[in-house]
Each structure stands twice: as structure tokens, then as C-alpha cells.
């Protein structure tokens, strides 16, 4: 018995192994398979992906509970039709009418303002109009023009033409006459300057209003801007 076990393990241990050794190092480093791609796996590490504007609508239809409204009907480019104050089953009912919404305007008034309109022209009105008011403060803005009080000919057309764009795009210009030195012996020369550059700007179609010239530091410099 013992003779017949040594001689399997001899048979054994000559036997080729049933895998080469790169075959086990390979099968060892095998990378686990990537998870299939979701939406929760996509927006994340995305900064502000999963944020979404939230509109706040207000009441409308049916979600208006107070029963006595002042109601007015809007009538596009002509004035809004005013009914007066009148129940919220009749307001529904003419909404339904005219094919539109009943929408809450003013709900803290006494009674609450609602008016019968399409909702979805309503938020465009407002919408357009909020972005023509970010528009104007973003263009309203004061822009900077600086020339010393010997500028030539070349750079000051340059400057001209610069502050001539600014003031009609609807911005406001502060332009600075620079002294350097001994220079500050003829600040005359810039208010002198002053003049002429207005002049110029007026002569390029800019109605131009400026404010009182004042000394800073070793500057001279007014506010310019397109008259109202």
C-alpha cells in the first residue's frame, strides 16, 4: 500500500502542470469588469449637474380657493378688461371661455388679483423682460479711456474712435488726461484737451454730456456719456 502511494506522487509531481504559470499570473491580474454607466453615475462628480432652476408657478385654475377675486382679462397689446370683483366659479368659467387660465397676480391684496391670460405668453413677457433689464445693467457700465496731455495724432484717433463705440453701445466713459512730473505745470493743457475730445465726439454723432472735470492725483478726469 505505502509503495503503491509513492509511486502516484512520483507520477504526480513528473505530470506538466494543466496551467502554464503566465496563465496563472494573467488570470490573477484580471481586472473585474466595469459596471455598465448610469445616470446617477454620470452626474456624479459633475459640479452643480444634478442642479435644475426650480419655477415656482403661482396658483392657477382650480388651485385658487378664495372665493371673491378681482379679475381683469388680458387683452394683448390693448388694455387689460377689468371685471371687477367677481366669484372664483365665474372667473373659472370665463377663463375656460376664452380658451386661457385663471392665474393668481396679487394674492396678498384684499381681495387677491388674478387675471384671465394664456400662462405660458405671461412667463415669456416676464422672462423677456427680466433679461432685457439684466442686459441693461450688464451694458451700463463705465469704461476707461487714458491719454497723456502730448498724444499724438495716431494714438488719439485711436482713443476717439474707442470712446465713440463705448458711449453709443450705452456705456459711460471716464477719460483720464495723464500728467507725468514736471508735466503737472500744464494741467490747463488738459482741460484744454478735454474740450477738444468732446467736440469730436459730438462731431461723430455722439450727443455727448459730460461731468465736471476733476483733479486725481496727477490726472485730470470727467465722466462722459450719451445724453437721455
Known amino acids: 500500500m505505502r509503495r ?17 504559470p503566465r496563465h496563472v499570473r494573467c488570470l490573477a491580474r484580471r481586472p ?36 371673491l377675486l378681482r379679475v381683469t382679462v388680458d387683452r394683448g397689446e390693448d388694455e387689460d378688461e377689468v371685471l371687477g370683483i367677481i366669484s372664483r366659479e365665474e372667473a373659472i368659467a370665463r377663463a ?21 391670460v394664456d400662462y405660458g405668453k405671461l412667463r415669456y413677457k416676464k422672462d423677456k423682460k427680466k433679461k432685457e433689464q439684466a442686459k441693461k445693467v450688464k451694458t451700463n457700465q463705465i469704461k476707461e479711456v487714458k491719454m497723456s496731455y502730448k498724444i499724438g495724432d ?14 453709443k453701445n450705452g456705456d459711460r466713459v471716464k477719460l483720464s488726461i495723464q500728467f507725468r512730473g514736471r508735466e503737472q505745470q500744464h494741467m490747463s493743457l488738459g482741460d484744454d484737451l478735454i474740450e477738444k475730445f468732446t467736440a469730436h465726439l459730438n462731431e461723430d454723432g455722439s450727443n455727448i454730456q459730460r461731468t465736471k472735470t476733476i483733479r486725481e492725483g496727477r490726472d485730470l478726469t470727467t465722466i462722459l456719456s450719451q445724453k437721455s
Open 96 to 116: 375656460e371661455e376664452e380658451g386661457v387660465d385663471l392665474v393668481m397676480i396679487v394674492a396678498q391684496s384684499d381681495p387677491p388679483v388674478c387675471k384671465i
Open 154 to 167: 495716431g494714438d488719439y484717433t485711436v482713443r476717439r474712435k474707442r470712446a465713440d463705440k463705448f458711449i
Open 4 to 20: 503503491t502511494a509513492l509511486a502516484m506522487l512520483t507520477l504526480l509531481r513528473g505530470a506538466a502542470p494543466l496551467l502554464a
Open 32 to 67: 473585474t469588469p466595469k459596471k455598465r454607466p448610469t445616470v446617477s453615475m454620470a452626474l456624479r462628480g459633475r459640479p452643480g449637474a444634478q442642479k435644475r432652476e426650480q419655477v415656482v408657478l403661482p396658483p392657477m385654475n382650480a388651485q385658487i380657493q378664495q372665493e
